[in-house]
């Protein structure tokens, strides 16, 4: 009981300002992992390719993003190309990779295995030309600074803008999902991609368009967290074992259980270190609150039935 | 139209189907019967090209079909109604119409095949709005055969759409079929109910073990009970 | 992995000219350090390859035996290893004891792990195990008073085998010591594989529905099949923690199950003694490409990706199809 009120006590003594900071920044978490777990989810629903390689993909973007900016100093440019160019390389690994497995019996299995393959090459291919030290961004002009304060808490512009930039995206997505007949295809093979072949749709160019897409929104999430962390050949490793627990949480195949799950996650990140006597146990939560979802839903928060089963 | 000529067709190692030969002509509704696992969502598998092993020739209206895709068949101008409907849960009716329609995009207008299937399931009106999971049998069966008239094909294939169902939609789905040939589209249909089959079909194959056994017209098999007692085992 | 029907297997020792074959092969495992400076596979080194031939073997048990794709056995190989280093360091027991109890351990852990990840199949299987051997990764990277976290855990005590022999600094008794540990487990997995439990496992790998109705127990196969594996990769850990003295924290970091995975991949899952080549192949680029490249994983990578889409069945797997296609005149295992 005492210990009870001492937490309490604690954690009625963390100031307001912490507590906003932290919010503001799982946030900052949160619209990184969404544009992660978004293709991964989607690519996985569709396709029923694990991509182990996002983590990659995301490095990727943010090492072209880092050589655009150097060769042309400017970072809007950088945000726009590095995409593009990940997506192009993504769409040709799908291509001349992943295609050739689809009819395989195994497929799910050997998707698995060849993007491990790619994880496992890409983090020594960046080492090899951009070395093994982290590089910095340069925070463009325009978004430097704080944009605005509460409680004594500073928002920094940049953080904002890529929270912005992350919702436009979800927003953008939506749109594209819904509104129009790549989307509609997109939804319709997730339900069943054979019936979509059946009605006289070639469904592989839509798989290549898709696994294009997903790979280009890591690459965007690897630059937007340019300015914020340096890039390193590692960046990859880590934030791909939390994606996948966002798409596990939020149930494979589903685009709102991404979101909803990236957000949970993103705030479970950066709130549980302030939990007096918990500390020790932050990294470790997201894999507690991950068993515990599967427990209760064991497809997830938004799961559908039998897929990936 | 369509013409099978020895058409062999296998899961992994072992044969499904063995000489297949069998012929639907322009407009013609003709039905596939035969007992459970003789091979007939086989064969309508193999001709929409699902099954990738598979020999012999399959001609419509002169296109050798054999190594096309399920989706470059369909542009030849056949649709399939699967046997499970392949309704796509997560989508609205609307939407799944919409992407039976996309095939035939350059054929004719949203508009007019809304309308033309509406006239034909005034029920998916009703409905439009609502996501696939949610209909009952009757409905998904009527969606997925409306859908597969997106396309406009000229020889629907369809794989046992009464199964199943009560029998108001039974005769629904029965009016439609006599409907469609009206509409000149020609059917080849899998049908298990021996008088539903007589009473839709000009000419029936009865198919065993993936050999077809009998081939006859509608008529001489209503007269001959022997028939229905030796490849379905009812009279 | 392609979908053959028998599972190749190393030949029959009762035959004449496969016991040969077996003796010839155990006289050059155990005389490899009285040659080894001649060659650029140096005793230390050999070692290693034992000791991930054993991981890749027991991993294998899941993997090619039962069609379990786990990526947490980073999870048994890195608690083996803390659990061997603890009896060693904290309660000064002796060698062969840790290790024996580092085997019933990871046994033990196999069962909790297995009973939670094992509820899943498929994709999830896979990436919840990924996720629980995570979790496993933080606990030590916590628990820094046995582990040392990031530092590693040194301070191992001095080893040997009673007087008789020295393992400390000892790199050729070191040799002969895991050689002979995981030769025995490496036989004992072997007769387990060819046992009728072992005949079930294949059943359930090739069609689990049909050895469902055939009345077994697929769950419960595929269970068993799960402790055994993490248990022997457990033992592969120890080993590698005594033949390392020390035990650093990535051992049990998520990539150590990408490892055994390629490992055992390239090798091939559907041959025994597939693992072994893996391994040999694996640490000599990791340790020798290394020397004049040092981005060796580009190398590794751009392999085991060749060797998923060009050899699905392995290095070995596709030798010994390629072989005994010729030899015994087998018509080709899968028409197009």
Same mark, same amino acid.
């Given at each position: ?7 309490f ?5 963390i ?5 906003i900071?932290q919010?503001y920044l799982?946030l900052v978490?949160?619209?990184v992992?969404?544009?992660l ?13 694990v ?5 990659t993909?995301?490095m990727t973007g ?22 593009i160019l ?7 690994i799908?291509?001349t ?19 491990f393959?790619?994880?496992?090459l890409g983090?020594d ?5 951009f070395?093994?030290t ?10 430097d ?5 509460i409680?004594a808490t500073n928002f920094?512009?940049?953080r ?8 436009s ?5 939506w749109l ?8 509609l295809?997109i939804?319709a093979?997730?339900s069943?991609s054979?019936?979509?072949?059946v009605l ?7 798989w290549t368009?898709t696994?294009g897409?997903g790979t ?7 630059v ?7 890039v390193?050949?590692?960046?990859g490793d880590?934030?791909?074992i939390q994606s ?8 494979l ?17 950066t709130?549980?270190p302030?939990?007096p006597?918990?500390?020790?146990l932050a ?8 068993a515990?979802?599967?427990l209760?839903?064991?497809r997830?928060l938004f799961?559908?039935e039998g897929?990936?089963? | 139209?369509?013409?099978l000529?020895?058409?062999?067709s296998?899961?992994?190692l072992?044969?499904?189907?063995h000489?297949?030969?069998l ?10 019967l ?6 007939k !969502? ?5 001709i929409?090209?699902?099954?990738q092993?598979?020999?012999?020739s399959?001609?419509?209206n002169?296109i050798e ?5 399920p989706?470059a068949i ?9 046997e499970?409907?392949g309704?796509?849960?997560?989508l ?6 919409k992407i039976?329609?996309?095939?035939g995009?350059n054929?004719? !207008? ?11 399931f005034?029920?998916l ?6 996501p696939?999971k949610?209909?009952?049998g009757?409905?998904q069966q ?8 997106g396309?406009k ?17 039974v005769?629904?789905i029965?009016?439609?079929l006599?409907?469609?040939?009206e ?10 109910n ?8 000009q000419r029936?194959?009865f198919?065993?073990?993936g050999?077809i056994?009998y ?14 007692l030796?490849?379905?085992?009812v009279s | 992995?392609s ?5 190749k ?9 496969s ?5 010839v092969g ?8 009285l ?6 596979i140096f005793t230390?080194?050999a070692?290693?390859?034992i000791?991930?031939?054993?991981f890749?073997?027991a991993?294998n ?16 190989? &890195?608690?083996g ?10 309660f000064?027991l ?21 009973f ?8 999830y299987?896979?990436l919840v195990t ?6 496993l990764y933080y606990?030590a990277?916590?628990?820094? &008073? ?7 855990m ?18 050729k ?11 025995i487990?490496v036989?004992m ?7 009728s ?5 294949q059943?359930?790998?090739e ?14 196969v595929?269970y068993v099949?799960?402790i055994?594996?993490g248990?022997f ?12 003295e020390f035990?650093?924290i990535?051992?049990?970091y998520?990539?150590m199950s ?8 390239? &090798?091939g899952t559907e041959?025994?003694l ?6 040999l192949l694996?640490l000599?680029?990791k340790d020798?490409f290394?020397?004049?490249?040092e ?15 060009f ?5 070995l ?7 005994s296609n010729?030899?015994?005149r087998?018509?080709p295992?899968?028409e197009a």
């Amino acid at each position: 009981m005492e210990a009870i009120i001492e937490f309490f006590g604690r954690l009625a003594e963390i100031p307001a300002n912490t507590w906003i900071t932290q919010v503001y920044l799982g946030l900052v978490n949160g619209s990184v992992l969404i544009l992660l777990a978004l293709g991964l989810t989607i690519i996985f629903g569709l396709m029923g390719i694990v991509n182990f390689a996002h983590g990659t993909f995301y490095m990727t973007g943010a090492y072209l993003g880092w050589l655009t900016l150097r060769l042309t100093g400017n970072f809007w440019i950088a945000l726009i190309v590095a995409p593009i160019l990940t997506g192009l390389l993504g769409a040709g690994i799908e291509l001349t990779m992943l295609r050739r497995v689809y009819n395989k019996r195994e497929s799910v299995y050997l998707g698995i295995l060849i993007t491990f393959g790619l994880s496992f090459l890409g983090p020594d291919v960046m080492r090899f030309f951009f070395g093994k030290t982290g590089l910095p961004y340069v925070t463009p002009a325009l978004l430097d600074g704080t944009a605005f304060s509460i409680a004594a808490t500073n928002f920094s512009r940049y953080r904002l803008f890529l929270i912005g930039s992350a919702f436009s995206l979800i927003l953008l997505m939506w749109l594209l999902l819904k509104k129009t007949n790549l989307g509609l295809i997109i939804r319709a093979g997730i339900s069943n991609s054979r019936m979509v072949e059946v009605l006289g749709i070639e469904i592989r160019n839509v798989w290549t368009a898709t696994f294009g897409l997903g790979t280009a929104l890591a690459a965007l999430a690897g630059v937007l967290v340019g300015p914020i962390f340096a890039v390193q050949p590692t960046m990859g490793d880590m934030i791909i074992i939390q994606s996948f627990i966002v798409v596990i949480i939020g149930g494979l195949g589903s685009l709102i259980g991404a979101v909803i799950s990236a957000l949970i996650v993103g705030q479970v990140l950066t709130l549980f270190p302030l939990l007096p006597h918990l500390q020790q146990l932050a990294d470790v939560v997201i894999y507690l609150l991950m068993a515990f979802v599967l427990l209760v839903r064991p497809r997830g928060l938004f799961g559908e039935e039998g897929v990936g089963e | 139209m369509l013409t099978l000529k020895n058409v062999n067709s296998f899961y992994g190692l072992s044969q499904i189907l063995h000489d297949v030969s069998l012929t639907v002509g322009d407009g013609e509704t003709v039905g596939l019967l035969g007992r459970n696992g003789a091979g007939k !969502s086989t064969t309508l598998n193999t001709i929409m090209g699902l099954l990738q092993q598979r020999t012999g020739s399959i001609n419509f209206n002169g296109i050798e079909m054999a190594g096309l895709k399920p989706s470059a068949i369909l542009h030849t101008g056949v649709g399939l109604v699967p046997e499970d409907r392949g309704i796509f849960h997560n989508l609205t009716v609307l939407e799944n119409l919409k992407i039976g329609y996309l095939a035939g995009k350059n054929i004719w !207008s949203f508009d007019e095949y809304q309308k033309y299937v509406f006239g034909l399931f005034p029920r998916l009106k009703e409905r439009l709005k609502n996501p696939g999971k949610k209909l009952s049998g009757g409905e998904q069966q009527m969606l997925s055969m409306a859908r597969a008239l997106g396309s406009k094909p000229k020889l629907l294939m369809i794989d046992e759409p009464m199964e199943g169902l009560s029998p108001e939609y039974v005769e629904r789905i029965r009016q439609t079929l006599l409907a469609m040939k009206e509409h000149n589209v020609a059917i080849l249909i899998v049908e298990n109910n021996i008088k539903l089959a007589l009473d839709i079909c000009q000419r029936i194959y009865f198919i065993e073990k993936g050999v077809i056994r009998y081939e006859g017209s509608s008529r001489e098999v209503r007269d001959n009970p022997g028939i229905r007692l030796r490849y379905l085992g009812v009279s | 992995m392609s979908g053959s029907t028998a599972l190749k297997q190393t030949p029959n020792p009762s035959s004449v000219k496969s016991l040969f074959a077996f003796a010839v092969g155990l006289i050059i495992l155990f005389a490899w350090p009285l040659f080894a400076q001649y060659t650029p596979i140096f005793t230390s080194l050999a070692t290693e390859i034992i000791i991930f031939s054993l991981f890749g073997i027991a991993y294998n048990m899941a993997l090619g035996y039962t069609g379990l794709i786990s990526l947490g056995h980073a999870a048994f190989f &890195g608690f083996g290893g803390y659990f061997t280093g603890a009896m060693l360091k904290f309660f000064g027991l002796p060698v062969i004891l840790s290790l024996m109890l580092a085997l019933v351990a990871s046994s033990i852990l196999g069962v909790v792990f297995g009973f939670i990840c094992l509820r899943k199949t498929g994709v999830y299987f896979t990436l919840v195990t990924l996720a629980i051997s995570q979790m496993l990764y933080y606990v030590a990277q916590m628990w820094i &008073g046995v582990t040392g976290g990031h530092e590693g855990m040194a301070g191992i005590p001095r080893l040997g085998l009673g007087q008789w022999v020295e393992l400390t600094n000892n790199p050729k008794g070191q040799y002969w010591f895991v050689a002979s540990v995981a030769g025995i487990s490496v036989y004992m997995l072997w007769r387990m594989v060819n046992s009728s439990f072992g005949k079930v496992m294949q059943a359930v790998r090739e069609n689990e529905e049909r050895a469902n109705t055939c009345g077994y127990n697929t769950k419960r196969v595929k269970y068993v099949a799960f402790i055994i594996s993490g248990a022997f990769s457990g033992l592969a850990g120890s080993l590698y923690l005594i033949s390392q003295e020390f035990f650093g924290i990535e051992n049990i970091y998520w990539t150590m199950s990408g490892a055994v995975l390629i490992i055992t991949l390239f &090798g091939g899952t559907e041959v025994f003694l597939g693992p072994f080549v893996g391994a040999l192949l694996f640490l000599l680029m990791k340790d020798s490409f290394s020397h004049y490249f040092e981005y060796w994983q580009i190398l590794t990578g751009t392999l085991f990706v060749a060797v998923v889409l060009f050899l699905p069945e392995g290095i070995l797997g596709s030798i010994v199809t390629f072989f005994s296609n010729r030899v015994l005149r087998r018509l080709p295992k899968k028409e197009a």
